[in-house]
């Protein structure tokens, strides 16, 4: 039986119907379609968005639903619950640079015939509405990722844009990719994550901020140093215009927020080394001698600024600085600039709120089409230390973290960029990263211990004892508790719990955080639901089959569970499975993939399962339940109960392409007779099958 389905469904070879064929089709489907056609709503195959089991909150629905809804139907899983997720999704994160993620094209998408060595080209996946797409938001993932309609000024312009390898050898794992917005220069990354094979495919995006008013044209171009000798050199580069609304005209300078920065304006009380990625304010103390100020601003009109711009700087209505930049450097519309590392110098602060301002052309030297919006202030606050000589450990953010306290699903690698996971599941480790400082007025000891709580029982404790914490520094630390269980649970984290270090204040050594752990991780990675039966591909590969019933709203799924239908339309649904043996309901997302084409053969073929009477071949066993999907997959079972899946095709309605699931396929089989409760196959090295439904 394993030869016939190595060989059963490979494709590429073209074939024409008989007459016989299409005779009796055409006499014997006009019952059956009839039927198909209230079936029809039905038919899909279904992604699940989120492996981790979660609680969703759904108003204004009447549960439950419908479970026929999902009959001939399937869910596939696309969010493993990780930054970077599975095939082509990945998570962003704005304030981060966003990672390429490798897919595989589809067999129809490969490029045939002979070829000299690699080649990049652009590729428009099927989920996309062109090789390059603009958006006004982030999308969240590479999939279903479409132009948006309105792009307005002031806006920051996300692309995406994917390609391939359609030459026969691989490319080298370090390539340069030029960005160009009217012609213009603007960034360039490089492609150094791995080696792209033949039929490869990258998915790749950023941004450009702050959108000017008119037309546009984003250019984009794949190996900007010809790096890479490629077969076709006329296609590596790829444009589309847009149209940006807004009145804006002239020149128009504005305060403008970078992305990765805390503010237009940013106070700090140490020099930042190098430019800086991201910006934060840092705690300003009564006895700091010196402030660090960063600013930015935007050029937000039509045309370039050709002359130095003078930005002074205020605090509490006194002028501290004066930046004077730009002669020479052309200030080009639409872009924005930068400045750190102003310092101003012997400035003794009482404690207390203060106001820092900017004010961007203080002088009026530069003609504007908006004088009004030069102007940008903001508050900080002045902490005292207080007058007694003694040091005070307390909890303190960083400024690239989420809270003082960050709880995460994973080794973050380092301390930094630490950010809240938003999903835990039970089964897993905690990993927690706390950070402290002395804000007081002498060092710490350099021995004292930190206890660590979980639901208010004791977990353990850390031993801290590297070094003297200095006044105004701070530190961080991490560990983890393993195997968390389902529900809602409370970290608290106390320091120098055993009061080794003499504080000024010994109330402020204590911090809790909240977080929900949901149920055990799914290896759930599509549902798929026919007539009579149930397919559930897991995450190793495997995959579960069984019988299938409806019970008023309840799909009943033997040897599984139950799953109830929250709710559904075209593209997604929402469910909850309710395991054997357990009260507890695990919440799946999923949304509506790709099937093949309704035709008179594939509405008989995948109406329901097929039993096989009959065979020349002497593996498959007599009785074994055959099942053909519209989500491409065909699934046959010995008597002995063992379940295999494959692949297949529509070639033409009179054969098959089969194979491997997935492709790619490798032969066909021949549709000889069909009809509502008969089924004649013969396949491309002669054997026949014969089923009945």
Same mark, same amino acid.
């Given at each position: 039986?394993?030869?016939?389905?190595?060989?059963?469904?490979?494709?590429?070879?073209?074939?024409?119907?008989? /007459?016989?064929?299409?005779?009796?089709?055409?006499?014997?489907?006009?019952?059956?379609?009839?039927?198909?056609?209230?079936?029809?709503?039905?038919?899909?195959?279904?992604?699940?968005?989120?492996?981790?089991?979660?609680?969703?909150?759904?108003?204004?629905?009447?549960?439950?639903?419908?479970?026929?809804?999902?009959?001939?139907?399937?869910?596939? =899983?696309?969010?493993?619950?990780?930054?970077?997720?599975?095939?082509?999704?990945? @998570?962003?994160?704005?304030?981060?640079?966003?990672?390429?993620?490798?897919?595989?094209?589809?067999?129809?998408?490969?490029?045939?015939?002979?070829?000299?060595?690699?080649?990049?080209?652009?590729?428009?996946? %099927?989920?996309?509405? +062109?090789?390059?797409?603009?958006?006004?938001?982030?999308?969240?993932?590479?999939?279903?990722?479409?132009?948006?309609?309105?792009?307005?000024?002031?806006?920051?312009?996300?692309?995406?844009?994917?390609?391939?390898?359609?030459?026969?050898?691989?490319?080298?794992?370090?390539?340069?990719?030029?960005?160009? @917005?009217?012609?213009?220069?603007?960034?360039?990354?490089?492609?150094?994550?791995?080696?792209?094979?033949?039929?490869?495919?990258?998915?790749?995006?950023?941004?450009?901020?702050?959108?000017?008013?008119?037309?546009?044209?984003?250019?984009?171009?794949?190996?900007?140093?010809?790096?890479?000798?490629?077969?076709?050199?006329?296609?590596?580069?790829?444009?589309?215009?847009?149209?940006?609304?807004?009145?804006?005209?002239?020149?128009?300078?504005?305060?403008?927020?970078?992305?990765?920065?805390?503010?237009?304006? *940013?106070?700090?009380?140490?020099?930042?080394?190098?430019?800086?990625?991201?910006?934060?304010?840092?705690?300003?103390?009564?006895?700091?001698?010196? @402030?660090?100020?960063?600013?930015?601003?935007?050029?937000?009109?039509?045309? #370039?600024?050709?002359?130095?711009?003078?930005?002074?700087?205020?605090?509490?209505?006194? %002028?501290?600085?004066?930046?004077?930049?730009?002669?020479?450097?052309?200030?080009?519309?639409?872009?924005?600039?930068?400045?750190?590392?102003?310092?101003?110098?012997?400035?003794?602060?009482?404690?207390?709120?203060?106001?820092?301002?900017?004010?961007?052309?203080?002088?009026?030297? =530069?003609?504007?089409?908006?004088?009004?919006?030069?102007?940008?202030?903001?508050?900080?606050? *002045?902490?005292?230390?207080?007058?007694?000589?003694?040091?005070?450990?307390?909890?303190?953010?960083?400024?690239?973290?989420?809270?003082?306290?960050?709880?995460?699903?994973?080794?973050?690698?380092?301390?930094?960029?630490?950010? /809240?996971?938003?999903?835990?599941?039970?089964?897993?480790?905690?990993?927690?990263?706390?950070?402290?400082?002395?804000?007081?007025?002498?060092?710490?000891?350099?021995?004292?211990?930190?206890?660590?709580?979980?639901?208010?029982?004791?977990?353990?404790?850390?031993?801290?004892?590297?070094?003297?914490? %200095?006044?105004?520094?701070?530190?961080?630390?991490?560990?983890? =508790?393993?195997?968390?269980?389902?529900?809602?649970?409370? @970290?608290?984290?106390?320091?120098?719990?055993?009061? +080794?270090?003499?504080?000024?204040?010994?109330?402020?050594?204590?911090?809790?955080?909240?977080?929900?752990?949901?149920?055990?991780?799914?290896?759930?990675?599509?549902?798929?639901?026919?007539?009579?039966?149930?397919?559930?591909?897991?995450?190793?590969?495997?995959?579960?089959?069984?019988?299938?019933?409806?019970?008023?709203?309840?799909?009943?799924?033997?040897?599984?569970?139950? =799953?109830?239908?929250?709710?559904?339309?075209?593209?997604?649904?929402?469910?909850?499975? #309710?395991?054997?043996?357990?009260?507890?309901?695990?919440?799946?997302?999923?949304?509506?993939?790709?099937?093949?084409?309704?035709?008179?053969?594939?509405?008989?073929?995948?109406?329901?399962?097929?039993?096989?009477?009959?065979?020349?071949?002497?593996?498959?066993?007599?009785?074994?339940?055959?099942?053909? #999907?519209?989500?491409?997959?065909?699934?046959?079972?010995?008597?002995?109960? #063992?379940?295999?899946?494959?692949?297949? /095709?529509?070639?033409?309605?009179?054969?098959?392409?089969?194979?491997?699931?997935?492709?790619?396929?490798?032969?066909?089989?021949?549709?000889?007779?069909?009809?509502?409760?008969?089924?004649?196959?013969?396949?491309?090295?002669?054997?026949?099958?014969?089923?009945?439904?």
């Amino acid at each position: 039986m394993k030869k016939l389905f190595y060989l059963l469904f490979l494709f590429f070879i073209s074939f024409s119907s008989c /007459d016989l064929f299409e005779d009796s089709l055409e006499n014997e489907n006009s019952s059956i379609k009839e039927d198909n056609q209230t079936r029809s709503n039905w038919a899909a195959k279904w992604f699940v968005t989120t492996k981790k089991s979660c609680q969703v909150d759904i108003t204004n629905k009447d549960f439950p639903l419908p479970a026929t809804q999902v009959i001939n139907s399937k869910y596939d =899983i696309n969010n493993h619950g990780d930054a970077t997720l599975s095939n082509n999704q990945v @998570l962003f994160n704005r304030s981060q640079k966003l990672e390429p993620v490798p897919y595989t094209l589809a067999e129809g998408s490969r490029t045939k015939g002979s070829k000299n060595g690699p080649n990049l080209e652009f590729y428009k996946r %099927e989920d996309w509405s +062109d090789k390059i797409v603009i958006k006004n938001h982030d999308n969240g993932s590479y999939d279903n990722c479409y132009n948006d309609s309105e792009y307005n000024a002031g806006e920051t312009l996300y692309y995406y844009f994917s390609f391939k390898n359609s030459g026969d050898a691989s490319i080298p794992d370090a390539f340069k990719i030029d960005v160009y @917005l009217d012609a213009v220069f603007v960034h360039d990354l490089t492609f150094d994550s791995w080696v792209i094979e033949p039929n490869g495919g990258v998915n790749w995006g950023w941004n450009i901020p702050y959108l000017t008013a008119g037309n546009h044209t984003i250019s984009i171009i794949l190996d900007g140093d010809n790096e890479i000798t490629e077969s076709n050199e006329g296609d590596n580069e790829y444009s589309r215009s847009f149209f940006v609304n807004g009145e804006s005209s002239g020149i128009n300078l504005i305060p403008y927020k970078p992305e990765g920065w805390g503010d237009n304006i *940013v106070v700090k009380n140490t020099y930042t080394e190098g430019e800086p990625i991201s910006l934060y304010d840092d705690p300003i103390y009564t006895t700091d001698s010196k @402030l660090y100020l960063a600013v930015s601003y935007a050029n937000a009109g039509t045309e #370039t600024i050709n002359r130095a711009i003078k930005t002074a700087l205020y605090i509490d209505g006194v %002028e501290v600085r004066v930046i004077d930049y730009g002669e020479g450097n052309p200030f080009l519309a639409g872009h924005y600039r930068t400045h750190w590392n102003y310092a101003v110098n012997d400035i003794v602060l009482t404690a207390g709120t203060h106001t820092v301002k900017m004010k961007i052309d203080y002088d009026n030297q =530069i003609a504007e089409s908006n004088e009004s919006d030069n102007e940008y202030s903001r508050t900080f606050t *002045v902490i005292d230390l207080g007058g007694s000589d003694l040091a005070n450990l307390q909890f303190y953010k960083k400024e690239d973290w989420s809270d003082k306290i960050v709880i995460k699903n994973h080794d973050n690698g380092s301390y930094d960029n630490c950010y /809240d996971d938003s999903e835990f599941a039970a089964g897993e480790s905690l990993y927690y990263y706390f950070s402290f400082k002395n804000s007081g007025t002498v060092s710490t000891p350099d021995s004292f211990y930190i206890d660590v709580y979980l639901d208010n029982e004791f977990v353990h404790d850390l031993n801290f004892n590297f070094w003297n914490i %200095e006044p105004g520094h701070n530190s961080a630390w991490a560990w983890s =508790i393993p195997n968390l269980t389902a529900g809602n649970h409370t @970290l608290t984290i106390k320091l120098d719990s055993k009061n +080794d270090v003499n504080e000024s204040n010994e109330n402020d050594n204590e911090y809790s955080r909240t977080f929900t752990v949901a149920g055990p991780l799914m290896d759930y990675e599509s549902f798929e639901f026919v007539e009579s039966r149930y397919f559930i591909t897991k995450s190793d590969g495997s995959f579960l089959t069984g019988e299938l019933s409806v019970n008023n709203s309840v799909l009943m799924l033997y040897g599984l569970g139950s =799953i109830s239908i929250q709710t559904i339309d075209n593209q997604n649904i929402i469910f909850k499975l #309710t395991p054997n043996n357990s009260s507890t309901a695990i919440t799946i997302i999923a949304y509506k993939a790709p099937e093949i084409n309704s035709t008179s053969m594939t509405d008989i073929l995948t109406w329901d399962s097929w039993v096989l009477t009959n065979s020349s071949h002497t593996t498959p066993d007599i009785g074994g339940i055959w099942t053909f #999907t519209k989500s491409n997959s065909y699934i046959f079972e010995y008597s002995n109960g #063992t379940t295999y899946m494959k692949g297949w /095709d529509y070639a033409d309605e009179a054969s098959i392409y089969y194979g491997n699931y997935g492709g790619p396929y490798s032969g066909v089989a021949f549709i000889e007779e069909i009809s509502s409760n008969y089924l004649y196959i013969t396949d491309d090295v002669g054997y026949w099958y014969s089923f009945e439904r």
